[in-house]
């Protein structure tokens, strides 16, 4: 754990590097002291297909949901999400004419249901 998964419309392809993006989220992940750099498994995805409201036209999404393990605090959480939204924010180039949102969401995995093993 962490769990990074970021999902992004497909008419912000110009707007950043996805590798790039990745590593900068990983970076801030291990700055934050509250995971080894490790057990960190980032993935990106791009929507091809995506609505904001009734249009995709003159919109776009950047969404990066991070899953942990449970345990931490609601201020440790949300600490986590503005320090992530600034990476992220760093990361992008907003592109005229196109609203777009970019947004953050902390999930927890229950500690006592995962299972991981290094094969």
């Known amino acids: 754990m962490p769990q990074v998964r970021l999902e992004y419309s ?3 392809d110009s707007q950043f590097n ?3 993006t990745l590593l900068r989220l990983n970076e ?3 700055d934050s002291g509250l995971f080894n750099e490790v057990d960190i498994k980032s993935r990106i995805i ?3 297909r995506f609505l904001i409201g009734r249009s995709a036209e003159n919109h776009g999404f950047v969404h990066l949901q991070i899953i942990i ?3 931490r605090d609601t201020a440790t ?3 986590l999400s503005a ?3 600034i990476a992220l924010r760093d990361c992008f180039e907003p592109l005229a004419g196109v609203q777009t949102q970019l947004g953050v969401q902390i999930l927890d995995n229950e500690r006592e249901t995962y299972s991981k093993e290094f094969v």
Do not use: D, T
């Open 18 to 20: 996805p590798e790039q």
């Open 83 to 85: 320090r992530m939204l």
């Open 69 to 71: 393990l449970s345990g």
């Open 10 to 12: 497909s008419n912000l």
């Open 46 to 48: 791009r929507c091809e």
């Open 77 to 79: 959480k949300a600490g």
């Open 28 to 30: 801030a992940l291990i």
